[in-house]
């Protein structure tokens, strides 16, 4: 605000200064209202340009604003009151209530009314002026003071509003990232740590099982001892993986195994620890490489639906099929198990402990991917269709 105040005034000098100098006395007289004008064209230029760097000292120092309103005044004198020299006047007080509030805004608008007073009163003495002619351009800087006063008020008040909510929005968006961490942390533990001990679990009950037979197999007791030992050292390389994780810089991400072959290494290795067979079709040539955490949103969706085809569907195949259709990469994997019961939905599994669709759903959503759980073309089973966003290659 203060720089359009000062760009106003140099064009008014500009506009001014030629009325000034032709109406100045020769010599000294002519001297004078020439230095005024570089002065106050000079002064208004620097503030016009670096309000930033000067404005500070305009701010510490009232003084400077008062000298200027005297160089002002000689060439008011010298142009005369019906100039457009005399407007220009009007923009010190609205200065001074801009940077010293109220009362620098009283005390410029004081001077500058005794000076316009002075000036008509000496200038137009003979003329006999009506005295609302000689108040009214004293009226205005009264006017333009106090609208300067408001203006800061206003300015300061909304500076405290957008600082507030400023600090509002950050405590939200901290919360936000305090909420979506703790949803990541609960996704990462539901897709690892804990399903590698709920093996382990059923492993132990497995072998105690055994052992307390009147007859235990010992080649029975050593084969299951042997399923927990795996199951355990699995769960602790997948919480050390987990930890490497999570203190993994996002800008780290280092070369990877392509998704495809990472996407059959999984299917593999899950028939092989549950005996389900999974059939993989996922063409190399098709398939584009996928940026590390997109690769590993749908390594984990992949494996949860894996997963819970082995564990709640009673199914006898899983069917795991990955093309690439225009900018999309399409997944499906598709069980001919049991399917989901009637009326299943997100609250309900989120009420009743059962968090692995829920993780499904953010994954996906994190991804950017739309995802599509249920029964899908099939006859029975149940089928899980994610499509994903490829991104965009960088061009060379």
Known sequence: MCRQVFGFRLAMIVVSAPAALLNAAPGLGARLVGAAVVVTFMVSYVLFRDWERFGPLLLRHPSLLAADTVFGSFLLVSAGPDTTLAYVSVCTPLLAGLVYSWRGAACFASLQSLILLLVHATLKADRHAPMAEALLLPGLCVIAGAMGSTLRNLMLRFGAATQALTTVQARLAAAEAVSAERARLAREMHDSVAKTLYGVALAADGLAT????????PARIREQAELVSRSARRAA????????????????????????????????????????????????????????????????????????AHRHASATHVDVRAAVDGHLLCLTIHDDG???????????LRDSGHFGLLGMVERAAQAGARIRIGRGAHERGTEIRLDVPLPTPNPT
């Open 237 to 308: 390389a997948e919480s050390r993986e987990l930890l490497t994780d999570l203190r993994r810089d996002q800008t780290e991400e280092t070369e990877q195994t392509p998704f495809w072959q990472e996407l059959a290494h999984r299917t593999a290795d899950f028939t092989r620890r549950t005996g389900l067979p999974v059939t993989c079709h996922c063409p190399p040539a098709a398939l584009p490489p996928l940026p590390a955490p997109l690769s590993r949103h749908v390594l984990s969706i992949t494996t949860e639906a894996l997963e819970n």
């Open 210 to 217: 055994t052992a307390s037979t009147a007859t235990p197999d």
């Open 338 to 348: 049991t399917g989901l019961p009637p009326g299943t939905t997100l609250e309900r």
